[in-house]
């Protein structure tokens, strides 16, 4: 008898202001911490050498870089940690130290010692469309995140803004039925075919 997959509960996290460290100062690092810091994060880098692009960042005052190595102190009021270093025992130490202060990690490239995993995300404008496999096949959530890619074009940003600012007026309105219907039918139409753009088309000929 197999042992059932483990469930993965899907989350968008607030990062904005909050503290992660990520244990490396190497590329896959770099690529991480770019992801932490477009979220508002405030990043804390371990390593006893880092990249240029880190390097800069740190210059620039866009996060912390401690030139050593990892310490368990490091993760004192960290909401979550990324281990990224070259030694898969170093990375697996930083696991152990997240977990008995709690902490979030993602252990790169080892599924066993992670508490979550990076999607393959889409993203146009407010629009973010994740794909996971639960770290089974990296391969294959980059291909889907390809073709969902060409699915959902760079019209999909204005359009998701534009449908935020129409929802926000609806709202205004005492809760009815027909807000509910209104508010349902503003989604329905691709932004291609939406049909506030069909009449500035229009407008335009």
Excluded at 127 to 146: C, E, K, W, Y
Excluded at 176 to 192: A, D, G, V, W
């Amino acid at each position: 008898m197999t042992d059932a997959p483990e469930i993965l509960f899907p989350m968008m996290f607030k990062l904005a202001g909050c503290k992660c460290v990520v244990a490396g100062g190497g590329k896959v690092a770099a690529a991480k911490i770019e992801g932490l810091l477009s979220c508002g994060a405030k990043v804390l880098v371990v390593a006893p050498e880092a990249v240029r692009r880190i390097r800069t960042r740190a210059s620039a005052g866009e996060l912390v870089w401690q030139a050593r190595r990892f310490s368990p102190r490091d993760l004192r009021g960290a909401f979550l940690a990324i281990a990224a270093t070259d030694s898969a025992s170093t990375n697996e130490s930083v696991f152990r130290s997240c977990q008995a202060q709690k902490v979030l990690c993602n252990s790169v490239d080892d599924p066993e010692h992670c508490d979550f995993f990076y999607p393959a995300v889409v993203r146009r404008g407010p629009l973010q469309i994740a794909i996971s496999t639960s770290g089974s096949s990296p391969a294959l959530a980059a291909r889907l995140r390809r073709e969902l890619a060409r699915q959902f074009g760079p019209e999909w940003a204005p359009f998701v803004k534009r449908l935020a600012g129409e929802r926000k007026k609806l709202l205004r309105l005492p809760p009815s039925t027909q807000r509910k219907k209104l508010l349902k039918q503003l989604s329905m139409f691709p932004p291609s075919s939406h049909p506030k753009e069909d009449r500035t088309r229009k407008r335009q000929g």
